[in-house]
């Protein structure tokens, strides 16, 4: 079973749509997180959930909106799609607050986004 | 301004031989460090984690070490096989309030025949 899964694996849609990437977890986690890697391969926490509690929220336009129905969930809509907004958008999760107690964060297999 | 700075940027090195790869951070305060292994066209997978008082980690081939003082880390392959070509990210995190990570940009490692 996989532990961290995401849909779509691969997004192709034009500039100005919008979309939504889903994340689930079958651990029991309860923090989930949104990564956004760009061309060069640079990992960037986009978002973090505790419990459906928004717990982190980089500087990401408010295009970009998580939303965790539960636990196992969180997902993420994308309102006006632009150029840059190609990259590889990885969930992940992990047990408790990361950091604090060191606790792994497993992630997902990426969904690669093309903006065209 | 929390940083992370890895080298080598790549790496070639003939299966069965050993290396080190380098992490250096600014990061403060400092509450543990992260060292994750990606295969191309997939996610992350931690490796080994360290907090301030740890100075080694082990993961089978792999180990990891911190010096806190000087803010180094390093990750050590022993004996690489064709399967440790990946990416190699080092992931520091500050302690208080949220624990936003900071990444490496990561050393791409090539193990060749």
């Known amino acids: 079973d996989t532990a961290v899964s995401q849909t779509p694996k691969y997004l192709v849609t034009q500039m100005g749509n919008d979309k939504s990437i889903k994340c689930e977890q079958n651990?029991?986690?309860?923090?989930m997180y949104w990564y956004k890697q760009d061309s060069k391969k640079f990992l960037k926490i986009m978002f973090s959930?505790?419990?459906?509690?928004?717990?982190i929220n980089e500087t990401v336009p408010n295009r970009f909106s998580p939303k965790s129905p539960d636990k196992a969930h969180l997902n993420l809509h994308i309102n006006s799609l632009e150029l840059g907004d190609s990259a590889v958008y990885f969930c992940?999760?992990?047990?408790?607050?990361?950091?604090?107690?060191?606790?792994?964060?497993?992630f997902g297999p990426g969904t690669r986004l093309l903006v065209l | 301004k929390n940083q992370v700075e890895q080298s080598p940027q790549s790496l070639i090195i003939l299966e069965g031989k050993n290396c080190t790869l380098q992490?250096?951070?600014?990061?403060?305060?400092?509450?543990?460090l992260r060292w994750y292994k990606q295969d191309t066209g997939r996610g992350p997978v931690s490796l080994t984690i360290?907090?301030?008082?740890?100075n080694t980690k082990s993961n089978g081939r792999y180990t990891a070490t911190l010096d806190a003082d000087t803010k180094q880390s390093s990750l050590h392959i022993t004996a690489s096989q064709l399967s440790d070509s990946a990416s190699y990210i080092c992931?520091?995190?500050?302690?208080?309030?949220?624990?936003?990570?900071?990444f490496g940009r990561g050393t791409s490692l090539i193990v060749h025949p």
């Open positions: 992940a999760s992990s047990p408790y607050r990361d950091s604090q107690y060191q606790e792994t964060q497993y």
């Open positions: 992490c250096n951070y600014t990061v403060s305060p400092f509450s543990n």
């Open positions: 992931v520091v995190s500050a302690s208080g309030g949220s624990y936003i990570p900071t």
């Open positions: 651990l029991g986690h309860d923090t």
């Open positions: 360290m907090t301030f008082s740890e």
């Open positions: 959930y505790n419990n459906k509690e928004l717990i």
